[in-house]
Every structure is written in structure tokens, then in C-alpha cells.
């Protein structure tokens, strides 16, 4: 009977502070359209999936599309190691297609992600670095040009144990430390908090990972990396939640609603992808845009079904 009444208490005190921190909107009113820029862990989505049904719960009368374009293996430095995929093909490069991204989306607010792919996997370098902060520094140039607001987010932690390449969680550090030097921008730390964390559960555990080949975070760390970005918006009582279904209280049926949004989102990231263009290959082929719209019309009606009170 106390296990019982323990375990109610706790989900009425979740509750409360999910209900506390969603008085707080993660976006201003004028906000329609938030992108998200990135390599493979951006275009894995898991953290921007998480964003997005946190949203969908808490403000559902605030309608924003939420445009997920990340690209496995591109880079904003324009670098690519020799060999690259086994040689089939280089590391795209954002050069290539921000223009036409930006055009066909028109976001109010860019989320950008880069940092992971640009050292190239080899030791901290002074040449590779500054083409690093050559690319984050145009990619700002260009999405304030147009009049939308960048948020950057530091790299997710590279762990050397798993991803087994020396010196590269160096690299990281140093790029995530640039990237937090910029005090007139907006910039989200995920990379240390994540890395101290690790760190922490290796001590106890050695075998401990994020990350399992050491580059992509698991379920665990993107729901880390969607806590830290919602902290930033305002939702100071996110980390109370162990993962994102926790978190979407008072819907009636939390998993059933986010499989919703992972599907809808997972139909519309590929096809933007199509429809914005790239160089990479063997990539997923979208829908045309049109169509996905109209599932994800249909998907978003079972989503709003899910809202009714």
C-alpha cells in the first residue's frame, strides 16, 4: 500500500511540475517556422522529436511547424576526410545548400548543430579549426540576413573509448569553447554537460556510453540534449522527467502521441531533405512535399484527437 501511495504521489508532483513549467511558451508568439541544421545526429531526430511533442502537449494552440534538414556526415568547415564512407563519396558540405533551405523554409528561429564532423575525426589542427569557425561564422552571417534568429547548440561529447579515434574529444572541447566564447550569441551547451555526465557514470560503470560508437548518441542523450535546449527555452523543470514521455502529462495516451510525432516528423525531415536538395547520396528518398503535407495532415488530426480534453 505505501509503494502504492509513493508512486502516486510522485506522479501527481511530475505532473505539477509539468504543468508549472509549461506556463512558460518555448517560443514568442510571432514564431510559425523553427529549423533544425545538422549532421546525422540532427537528421536521427530523436532530440528534435522530443521539442516538437513537448510543444505539440503543453501549447498545443500555438501551431509551428517544426523543420527537421540535418544531413548525415555534412560539415559547415567544407572538410572531408581522404576515404571518407570507404571512399563513395566526400562529406557534404551546408555551403551547398543553405540557399535553397533557407528559400523554400523561411524560418523565424534556426537551431544549427555542427561541430561533431568538422575536425574530420583526426587531432586538434590550427588550419582545421579556423575552417570550423570560418563556416559557424558565415552560417550566422547568413541566417541574420535574412532576418531569422540562430540559436547554436555545442557538439554532442566525443567519447575516445568507443569511437576510437585519440585526441578527438579535444577537438570537441576546443570548438565548444569557441562556440560559447561568442557572448553576443545564442549558444546551448550540450557537450559539456553530456561529457560530464558520462564521465561521471563511467567511474561506476566503464562501459558506459552515450554514445555507442561514440559519436551518436542513444535515446538516453538525445532526450539530454532536448532537456538542455528546453531548459534554455524556459522549462527549468525538465530534467525532473526521465524521458520524454514522462514529460508530456496530462495526455491521456503520452506513447501512443509521440509515436504520432515521430512519425509525422520522420515523413516531413525526408522529405524537406528531397525537396531543399543535396549532394549526399544513399540517402532515404521523400515523398514530394505535397503529398507529405497531406499525411501529415491526417497524422496531425490523430495527434489533435489525442489533445481533447
Excluded at 524560418?107 to 590550427?126: E, H, K, Q, T, W
Excluded at 542523450?221 to 531548459?231: E, K, R, S
Aim: proline share 6%; hydrophobic share 40%.
Amino acid at each position: 500500500m505505501r509503494q502504492k501511495k509513493t508512486h502516486g504521489l510522485l506522479a501527481c508532483l511530475l505532473l505539477l511540475c509539468s504543468i508549472a513549467q509549461a506556463q512558460t511558451p518555448l517560443f514568442d508568439a510571432s514564431v510559425k517556422r523553427v529549423l533544425f541544421l545538422g549532421n546525422s545526429i540532427t537528421y536521427a531526430a530523436g532530440y528534435v522529436q522530443a521539442i516538437e511533442a513537448y510543444h505539440k502537449a503543453h501549447f498545443p494552440q500555438q501551431k509551428i511547424e517544426f523543420i527537421n534538414v540535418g544531413l548525415p556526415s555534412e560539415t559547415v568547415s567544407g572538410l572531408s576526410e581522404e576515404g571518407h564512407a570507404d571512399g563513395r563519396f566526400p562529406r557534404p558540405d551546408l555551403h551547398e545548400r543553405l540557399d535553397r533551405v533557407l528559400l523554400q523554409t523561411q524560418p523565424d528561429i534556426v537551431f544549427a548543430s555542427y561541430g561533431m564532423n568538422d575536425g574530420i575525426y583526426l587531432p586538434l589542427d590550427s588550419l582545421r579549426f579556423q575552417k570550423f569557425k570560418d563556416g559557424i561564422l558565415w552560417l550566422h552571417a547568413q541566417i541574420e540576413a535574412r532576418g531569422s534568429k540562430i540559436i547554436h547548440l555545442t557538439p554532442a561529447p566525443f567519447d575516445e573509448t568507443k569511437g576510437k579515434k585519440p585526441g578527438y574529444a579535444q577537438v570537441l572541447d576546443r570548438y565548444s569553447e569557441w562556440l560559447l566564447q561568442q557572448k553576443s550569441w545564442e549558444v546551448i551547451d550540450v557537450h559539456f554537460p553530456m561529457q560530464d555526465f558520462q564521465t561521471a557514470q563511467q567511474k561506476t560503470d566503464p562501459n558506459f556510453a552515450l554514445a555507442k560508437d561514440g559519436v551518436h548518441p542513444g535515446e538516453w542523450g538525445h532526450w539530454m540534449m532536448a532537456q538542455y535546449i528546453l531548459t534554455y527555452l524556459g522549462q527549468k523543470n525538465i530534467h525532473h522527467f526521465p524521458s520524454i514521455t514522462d514529460a508530456l502529462s496530462p495526455i491521456k495516451d503520452p506513447n501512443t502521441f509521440y509515436q504520432l510525432v515521430v512519425k509525422r516528423h520522420n515523413i516531413m525531415k525526408d522529405a524537406w531533405l528531397s525537396s531543399t536538395g543535396h549532394l549526399r547520396p544513399e540517402m532515404k528518398k521523400g515523398l514530394p512535399l505535397m503529398e507529405a503535407l497531406a499525411l501529415s495532415l491526417e497524422i496531425d488530426k490523430q495527434i489533435e484527437a489525442l489533445l481533447a480534453p
